[in-house]
């Protein structure tokens, strides 16, 4: 098993900045690609973006030029850096892990979430 705890959420303005972490601990082999997802209120939940083993990102076109994913493999921990902020980013952001024969769209772990709240 895999257990992922994210921190650094919280209520900015709109433009703002926040940078999200996750820790992976457990079965850290059993990991490859490690990303952030998020679900805003009312609506089903999003794969916002991701970072392989190697480095490989991938965004949501939504957050493209906005956010930045990276990855420490050494400390096993994900980070997203949110810039530009805007009202329509306010969800509860997920850290996600998926297993090396998983698919990117159907992430196998996933953290207890924590709350980005874009308002002025």
């Known amino acids: 098993q895999v257990q992922l705890v994210e921190s650094g959420g919280g209520l900015v303005q709109p433009g703002g900045s926040l940078r999200l972490s996750c820790a992976a601990s457990?079965?850290?082999?059993?990991?490859?690609?490690m990303g952030w997802g998020r679900q805003a209120p009312g609506k089903q939940r999003e794969l916002v973006a991701y970072i392989t083993g190697n480095g490989y990102t991938n965004y949501v076109d939504s957050v493209k030029g906005r956010f930045s994913i990276s990855r420490d493999n050494g400390k096993n921990t994900v980070d997203l850096q949110m810039n530009s902020l805007k009202p329509e980013d306010t969800a509860v952001y997920y850290c996600?892990?998926?297993?090396?024969?998983?698919?990117?769209?159907?992430?196998?772990?996933w953290g207890q979430g924590t709350q980005v709240t874009v308002s002025s």
């Open positions: 996600y892990a998926i297993r090396p024969r998983g698919s990117v769209s159907a992430p196998d772990y």
């Open positions: 457990g079965s850290i082999s059993s990991i490859n690609v």
